[in-house]
């Protein structure tokens, strides 16, 4: 039989999510379909209701209903609970089990291009931003065992209220966004998450980089456009740096394993989609 799969969103017309599922489906040999359904905020129950008549083998979940979603699952993964977002739906014998893949798609993608990040979780970590992408990004990290997790924020009660479910050995300490810029050498990896310097205020950013520690990471979420001010400018200190675009693809791989059980290699879908963006 024919798999079934979506994604559930307002605006996701001009998804990448496609792309990547037709990708995933035809390199793990099966035969399915993904596609988007964009649903209007006011229609949204209605729509999921109708959802449920039809067979659907699983679905994405982007914004603005990641919060939305939950109280139509039956079920939902501790992670994801914790979270208190979701993005990915998987359909187990009739009942909708929930998933977050944000943060661990992070964190493989991470792995793919700085293993040593991850063979040592010693470093210290500053995550910019207190939004959705950054709670996953933190809950992945304090799972995988990183003990010295910083967050900053515009908000800082945001950012306090983000690390309420962290690990008892996990230090994290809220600095306030216009000090960060004192603090930012001090890290092995700082991680941007907020919308600041996507397309079209691709000049913008969150903060200006000073001086670097050596061999540190400097990474943003943002993929639109894929080389953001905040990562020329550390590339141009001699930072390492890490794209955003490579999270959407790894939260893609584990949304497809969930739903088939098949975890598909990235290999040049890395490259590929650098070039769409670009
Ligand atoms: P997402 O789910 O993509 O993370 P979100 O939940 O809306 O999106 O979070 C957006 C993040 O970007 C927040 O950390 C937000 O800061 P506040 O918590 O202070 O709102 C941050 N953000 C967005 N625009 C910003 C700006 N112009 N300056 C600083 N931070 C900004």
Avoid at 23 to 41: D, S, V
Avoid at 145 to 152: H, K, N, Q, S, Y
Avoid at 237 to 257: D, V
Wanted: with cysteine.
């Amino acid at each position: 039989m024919e798999l079934c799969f979506k994604v559930i969103g307002y605006p996701v017309k001009h998804s990448l999510s496609p792309w990547i599922h037709e990708q995933f489906l035809r390199k793990a040999n099966l035969e399915g379909t993904y596609t988007i359904n964009e649903i209007e905020p006011a229609s949204f129950e209605e729509e999921i209701y109708q959802m449920k008549e039809n067979p659907i083998d699983g679905f994405n979940v982007t914004v603005p209903y990641k919060q939305k979603i939950i109280p139509f699952l039956d079920g939902i993964d501790a992670y994801a609970e914790k979270i208190g977002a979701v993005n990915t739906v998987v359909n187990k014998a009739g009942k909708w089990i929930g998933y977050n893949t944000d943060g661990i798609g992070y964190l493989r993608s991470l792995e793919a291009k700085y293993p040593s990040v991850l063979e040592n979780r010693s470093g210290r970590i500053l995550i910019i931003g207190a939004g959705g992408a950054a709670r996953g990004i933190y809950y992945a990290l304090d799972e995988a065992g990183f003990r010295a997790i910083d967050l900053t924020n515009r908000t800082a009660a945001k950012a306090n209220e983000l690390i309420r479910f962290k690990n008892k050995e996990t230090k994290s300490t809220i600095i306030l966004l216009k000090d960060v810029k004192k603090y930012l050498e001090e890290y092995d990896l700082v991680i941007q998450t907020t919308s600041v310097g996507m397309k079209p205020n691709i000049n913008d950013m969150i903060v200006s980089i000073p001086s670097l520690k050596p061999q540190m990471i400097l990474s943003d979420i943002v993929y639109q456009p894929i080389r953001t001010s905040f990562l020329r400018q550390g590339e141009a200190k001699g930072a390492n740096i890490h794209f955003g675009h490579t999270m959407l693809l790894y939260q893609a791989q584990l949304a497809f394993e969930i739903w088939t059980g098949v975890k598909v290699p990235i290999g040049n879908m890395d490259q590929d989609l650098q070039q769409i963006l670009e």
